[in-house]
């Protein structure tokens, strides 16, 4: 096996290669030449060339993955890590896909991991993923009705479902909370101090004006970038991603350990989000018991759970929490596409 890193020039035999193996349909974003070409080879501020991995054969392409630059910021001190994305193995070559992944870990020195197949969860720990804690998926209907119109798959669960939301959704109503409001930002407006920072009981991720213009320069996903504002005060910020009927607070951030802050951050965003019309999801992500209670105050439902899981431990973060977000990997632009609901 040869183990080496694309380039823009491998972008239709990765293409097809990631097609078979995940059984994409034509057209699909996953496949598409910008997207790839954004997501693999485009110059990000925290990593230099090439983000996309293969292990090949006599040529062929037998494994691949790529990987999504993550900083953590823990005691004073930043960690350069990354999260795998888009892991696939031909399963004629039996074994390849792991050594792959031990190859990019040999390079790269500390991963994260979330979610993932059921073959992929299996694999993690042989490679020596512990895990950490859990990533907790929320959601929360909006037009429950035309949500339903629009739902590709129907089963004998779709009846209760929509009623389920109908009842969700005018039991908890959309609405700005007391003082608080969002206005659209440029990502160089936000002061240094606003910007992610460790506390006791968590470490971060690190944001910069830099990675947002990376984000913001997406050519398939649209994503917007807002600023939070508490009274007069700017009090943090968040981001949109803006797939088919789906709106994800792909990032927010507040500097406060006050649950109340959190709950009004996510309501705030919740509400922006849902002025576009066409909007009848939002979702968010949270791993920490801050961003988890914020979010069930403010009316949003946990959908789902997974593990998060660090390589090769979860010594680097010294026993806090990890405040992880959609735009440390690529979630919020997964089924850019296609409509897919967690209500």
């Not at 496949?31 to 070409?37: C, V």
């Not at 006791?200 to 947002?212: D, I, K, N």
């Not at 209670?293 to 759970?305: P, T």
Request: aromatic share 10%; charged share 20%; with cysteine.
């Amino acid at each position: 096996m040869d183990f080496r890193l694309t380039t823009q020039r491998d972008a239709a035999a990765l293409a097809d290669f990631l097609g078979r193996v995940f059984q994409s349909p034509k057209g699909a974003l996953l496949l598409d030449e910008k997207h790839m070409a954004w997501k693999y080879w485009t110059n990000r501020p925290d990593w230099e060339g090439s983000r996309s991995f293969t292990a090949e054969h006599l040529g062929a392409i037998a494994a691949h993955a790529a990987v999504w630059p993550v900083r953590l910021r823990v005691s004073g001190r930043e960690i350069s890590a990354v999260h795998l994305i888009d892991w696939a193995a031909d399963r004629k070559y039996k074994g390849v896909g792991i050594w792959l992944l031990r190859q990019i870990a040999a390079k790269v020195g500390m991963m994260v991991a979330t979610g993932g197949s059921e073959v992929a969860r299996g694999i993690l720990p042989v490679i020596g993923f512990r895990p950490h804690s859990q990533l907790h998926r929320f959601a929360r209907p909006v037009r429950p009705l035309g949500q339903a119109l629009t739902r590709v798959e129907r089963n004998w669960k779709f009846p209760a479902r929509l009623l389920r939301n109908i009842s969700w959704d005018l039991s908890h109503p959309l609405s700005l909370p007391h003082g608080w409001s969002a206005r659209p930002l440029a990502p160089e407006q936000i002061p240094e101090g606003l910007w992610p920072q460790p506390f006791a009981v968590a470490a971060v991720t690190a944001r910069s004006p830099e990675f947002y213009r990376y984000v913001l320069n997406s050519p398939s996903v649209r994503h917007a970038f807002f600023g939070l504002q508490k009274g007069s005060e700017l009090a943090g910020y968040f981001c949109l991603a803006f797939a088919p009927h789906v709106a994800r607070i792909a990032d927010l951030w507040l500097p406060s350990s006050n649950v109340e802050d959190w709950c009004a951050g996510y309501r705030t965003a919740a509400v922006l989000a849902a002025r576009e019309k066409r909007v009848y999801e939002v979702s968010a992500w949270a791993s920490t018991a801050l961003g988890i209670e914020g979010l069930s105050r403010a009316g949003f439902m946990l959908c789902e759970r997974s593990t998060l899981s660090l390589f090769p431990d979860a010594k680097m973060v010294e026993g806090r929490e990890l405040h992880l977000q959609m735009l440390d990997s690529d979630a919020s632009f997964v089924s850019g596409d296609t409509v897919s609901y967690l209500t």
